[in-house]
């Protein structure tokens, strides 16, 4: 069974950094395209940044342009997403999640709260 398990959020100051960690198993997905979304309270779920399969391409948001990250260790199994220079807005649950067929995202991890205080 695929599983998705994101950790590393918690509570930091503006400025501030965190890497969070995405462990897959059921499988190994780095053929695929993963990808880190969020959702602040009271707003719509919006993808962070993106990893393709075979050549990891990358894609950011334009909010994250330049401070966040994304990378995956094959091995582990594991993706990440080093979040630099941290700022109140990326308050938020942030999501890992995995596309199989380029279609759709597939699978979705449970979520790891991060709270940038001011």
């Known amino acids: 069974q695929v599983q998705l398990q994101e950790s590393g959020g918690g509570l930091v100051e503006t400025g501030d950094s965190l890497r969070l960690s995405c462990a897959a198993t059921g499988g190994n997905f780095f053929a695929y395209r993963m990808g880190w979304f969020r959702q602040a309270p009271g707003k719509e779920r919006e993808v962070v940044a993106t990893i393709t399969g075979t050549y990891d391409s990358t894609d950011y948001a334009d909010s994250v342009k330049g401070r966040f990250t994304i990378s995956r260790d094959m091995i582990r199994n594991t993706a990440y997403l080093q979040m630099n220079s941290l700022k109140p807005d990326d308050t938020a649950v942030y999501y890992c999640?995995?596309?199989?067929?380029?279609?759709?995202?597939?699978?979705w991890g449970q979520g790891t709260q991060v709270t940038v205080s001011s």
């Open positions: 999640a995995v596309d199989l067929l380029g279609t759709t995202w597939d699978y």
